[in-house]
């Protein structure tokens, strides 16, 4: 006879801590079920490992923070610097030979290079510093149009990697939510990194993940990502929003239940559907009087 119900209950702390309470619940119940023992060492050795890749992030969070805070010095002189040369190369009499002339405009063009990519990285650590500030933003007024401008620079990298487009379609006259607009950036960051992630390696069409934001009631915005990658399974749908729920090697199927708790303490809500090639996680969130 099974009785699962007696050793359900059991923390996870760490696994040789964990064994002996799980043979002691076997033997209180008299039934020192072998199988349900190992089901239920098992779930807790999985729970360890997710809490290990947790505490693991973390750190990497931590660190990521101050690598960004190192990049970012090195990187504005490279900015100044380019903007220097473009200033002397202004100052610079004009040269009549043909050849030197070429030179002079290669030259000018890769400093313009320059500052526009260092520009673009120093975008990507602002957007990723304002990410990982841990002290909670004090709620305030943000337009959505805002946040997906914040957020881009953390996926261009992403989408060009996947060779994925992304179609952006937001009203821009939307009045504003009210909240914590680094938190709604996460949501975002969440659903299109999931459907960047579901992209299929043999697409027939060409790889695409939209985003668009309208008003539906009086006051509220409705956010759909949509995406034309693998599709979730009928069975999966129901279970997405649970935390832990992964089919990702590398996932830690915790994006989704983040996403539901940051749109419900917001006031919103969350759903996913998926059918014929096509997914689309759709949020609300109530909008400001104006
Ligand atoms: N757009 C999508 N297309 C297909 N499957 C999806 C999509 N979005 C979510 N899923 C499914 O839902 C699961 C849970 O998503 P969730 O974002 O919570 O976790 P994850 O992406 O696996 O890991 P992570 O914690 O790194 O986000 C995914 O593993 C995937 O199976
Ligand atoms: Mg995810």
Same mark, same amino acid.
């Given at each position: 006879?099974?009785?699962?119900?007696?050793?359900?209950? *059991?923390?996870p702390?760490?696994?040789?801590?964990?064994?002996?309470?799980?043979?002691?619940?076997?033997?209180?119940?008299?039934?020192?079920?072998?199988?349900?023992?190992? /089901?239920?060492?098992?779930?807790v050795?999985?729970?360890?490992?997710?809490?290990?890749?947790?505490?693991? @992030?973390?750190?990497?969070?931590?660190?990521?923070?101050?690598?960004?805070?190192?990049?970012?010095?090195?990187?504005?002189?490279?900015?100044?610097?380019?903007?220097?040369?473009?200033?002397?190369?202004?100052?610079?009499?004009?040269?009549?030979?043909?050849? /030197?002339?070429?030179?002079?405009q290669?030259?000018?063009?890769?400093?313009?290079?320059?500052?526009?990519?260092?520009?673009?990285?120093?975008?990507?650590?602002?957007?990723?510093?304002?990410?990982?500030?841990?002290?909670?933003?004090?709620p305030?007024?943000?337009?959505?149009?805002?946040?997906?401008?914040?957020?881009?620079?953390?996926?261009?990298?992403?989408?060009?990697?996947?060779?994925?487009?992304l179609?952006?379609?937001?009203?821009?006259?939307?009045?504003?939510?009210?909240?914590?607009? @680094?938190?709604?950036?996460?949501?975002?960051?969440?659903? @299109?990194?999931?459907?960047?992630?579901?992209?299929?390696?043999?697409?027939?069409?060409?790889?695409?993940?939209?985003?668009?934001?309208?008003?539906?009631?009086?006051?509220?915005?409705?956010?759909?990502?949509?995406?034309?990658?693998?599709?979730?399974?009928?069975?999966?749908?129901?279970? *997405?929003?649970?935390?832990?729920?992964?089919?990702?090697?590398?996932g830690?199927?915790?994006?989704?239940?983040?996403?539901?708790? *940051?749109?419900?303490?917001?006031?919103?809500?969350?759903?996913?559907?998926?059918?014929?090639?096509?997914?689309? @996680?759709?949020?609300?969130?109530?909008?400001?009087?104006?």
């Open positions: 006879m099974n009785h699962p119900e007696a050793i359900a209950p *059991i923390e702390p760490c696994n040789e801590a964990v064994a002996p309470t799980l043979r002691r619940a076997a033997g209180d119940c008299r039934c020192a079920d072998s199988d349900a023992l190992r /089901t239920a060492s098992a779930v050795q999985g729970m360890q490992e997710q809490m290990v890749h947790l505490a693991r @992030v973390a750190t990497l969070g931590t660190l990521a923070a101050s690598i960004a805070h190192e990049i970012r010095q090195p990187l504005t002189a490279i900015r100044l610097e380019a903007y220097a040369i473009q200033h002397w190369m202004k100052r610079c009499p004009g040269v009549a030979d043909p050849v /030197t002339q070429q030179v002079v290669e030259v000018a063009e890769g400093v313009r290079r320059i500052q526009e990519q260092s520009e673009r990285a120093e975008q990507v650590i602002h957007s990723l510093r304002a990410m990982m500030r841990s002290e909670p933003n004090k305030q007024a943000f337009t959505l149009a805002q946040a997906v401008r914040d957020v881009m620079p953390l996926l261009e990298g992403r989408l060009k990697d996947g060779g994925i487009a179609r952006i379609d937001v009203d821009e006259t939307l009045p504003p939510l009210h909240g914590d607009s @680094v938190q709604i950036q996460q949501v975002l960051l969440n659903l @299109v990194l999931n459907a960047i992630e579901a992209r299929k390696e043999d697409c027939a069409e060409l790889p695409l993940v939209e985003l668009r934001a309208r008003r539906v009631e009086p006051a509220m915005l409705r956010v759909e990502v949509i995406d034309n990658g693998g599709g979730i399974a009928p069975d999966q749908l129901a279970r *997405i929003f649970q935390p832990f729920v992964s089919t990702k090697g590398e830690m199927g915790i994006g989704l239940a983040i996403c539901r708790s *940051i749109v419900e303490l917001h006031g919103g809500s969350i759903r996913a559907a998926s059918s014929e090639g096509r997914t689309t @996680v759709t949020f609300t969130l109530p909008l400001q009087a104006t």
